[in-house]
């Protein structure tokens, strides 16, 4: 600091002497922004890990793709069709996967069906009607297993489509 005043000092006595911008000296100011620019790209970096990624699984205009979220593991996916087709469509590629469906419960503001798989590993499958025929489904498979989380939802496709 005392290094700083004193430099202030010299460059106000010398005429014609130009003062290093904002008062810094310019070494410091390198400093700062090699700290700046480490920080962008640590918070850039951040951002790329826990960002959503794309699924896309050939939906042919029945749903959109796939939101695969690393974080929390879930899939999430909106399909073209109502909350009781997709309840069947939902059920039936559950068992033609061979999962065991331990619970199911469905009103007209959603529907839940958990299953579990021969490892022992739960299945969540979530339905939320966003309109009269659109169904927004989140798939969880255990602590986020994105392969069969993909494979439920392209089941569940195959489904809705007959």
Do not use: H
């Not at 974080?71 to 009781?84: I, P």
């Not at 959603?110 to 025929?133: E, F």
């Not at 798939?139 to 496709?157: H, M, T, Y």
């Amino acid at each position: 600091m005392l290094r700083w005043v004193r430099e202030r000092i010299r460059n106000q006595q010398v005429v014609g002497r130009r003062e290093p911008r904002m008062g810094r000296p310019q070494e410091e100011e390198r400093e700062m922004r090699e700290r700046l620019l480490k920080r962008t790209v640590l918070i850039l970096m951040m951002g790329a890990v826990t960002a959503c990624s794309t699924v896309y699984s050939g939906t042919s205009g029945l749903s959109t793709p796939a939101q695969y979220n690393p974080a929390s593991g879930n899939l999430t996916q909106e399909f073209s069709a109502s909350l009781d087709a997709m309840w069947g469509a939902t059920i039936a590629a559950l068992e033609a996967l061979e999962l065991t469906v331990v619970r199911r419960a469905k009103d007209q503001l959603g529907g839940r069906v958990v299953a579990r798989r021969a490892d022992g590993t739960d299945v969540v499958v979530t339905l939320r009607p966003i309109g009269l025929s659109l169904t927004s489904v989140l798939i969880e498979v255990g602590r986020g297993d994105k392969q069969a989380s993909i494979r439920i939802s392209q089941e569940l496709e195959r489904r809705v489509k007959r």
